[in-house]
């Protein structure tokens, strides 16, 4: 979807108040949806103060993960929240823990988690469509299987971080438990014993 025409029906705006905001014609903001005109540079500045948001939120088509990070931005604005703590969490595109906002409106907690999700379902769709003839598709398959049906058994969770440090996905000062390290050295010795 449209960036510009989300953000419009997200914040109830009709095309006529946002048109006399910028001080032109009504027909100018149905060719900037519609992609028969660009959003000339002049307004992408004014777009940014009146919504609070980034530029380039208008000028394109938007994601799911888009969609959730202005929903998370209007919250914001709409709530004002006070953040309360930091929860250290893991993030796999640092590598590293970092420290993330705990914030008073569990409203923006909860976008925050659906931000996340969202960005796991990309990535997921992405590993799947690396090549049409994917041959590890079956390898996808057990995973979704064991996702829905013992996502909560300790030894699944303890045998996915032990792969993740395996392969250095998870670096090796990052542990949930202390007795994950005990049980990471007998799935290793097991992996050894079998050249894997």
């Not at 510009?4 to 910028?22: K, S």
């Not at 909560?152 to 392969?167: G, I, M, N, Q, S």
């Amino acid at each position: 979807m449209n960036g510009l025409e989300y953000i419009l029906g997200l914040y109830n705006m009709q095309h006529l108040e946002l048109a006399e905001q910028l001080g032109i014609k009504k027909q100018n903001i149905n060719l900037w949806i519609k992609g028969k005109q660009n959003i000339p540079r002049k307004y992408l500045p004014v777009l940014e103060e009146i919504f609070g948001l980034s530029a380039n939120y208008f000028v394109k088509e938007l994601n799911a993960v888009d969609k959730l990070e202005i929903q998370k931005e209007k919250l914001k604005r709409d709530l004002q929240p006070i953040i309360k703590s930091h929860a250290t969490q893991f993030k796999v595109e640092a590598k590293d823990l970092v420290e993330v906002p705990v914030y008073d409106k569990e409203e923006l907690n909860e976008i925050e988690r659906s931000i996340e999700k969202a960005k796991l379902v990309a990535r997921f769709e992405a590993a799947l469509a690396v090549v049409d003839d994917n041959p590890y598709v079956d390898t996808f398959k057990l995973i979704v299987e064991l996702l829905e049906n013992v996502q909560h058994e300790v030894v699944l969770h303890k045998t996915v971080e032990a792969l993740a440090h395996y392969y250095e996905v998870l670096p090796d000062y990052i542990n949930s438990t202390p007795e994950q390290e005990e049980f990471e050295e007998a799935i290793f010795e097991v992996f050894d014993d079998h050249n894997y």
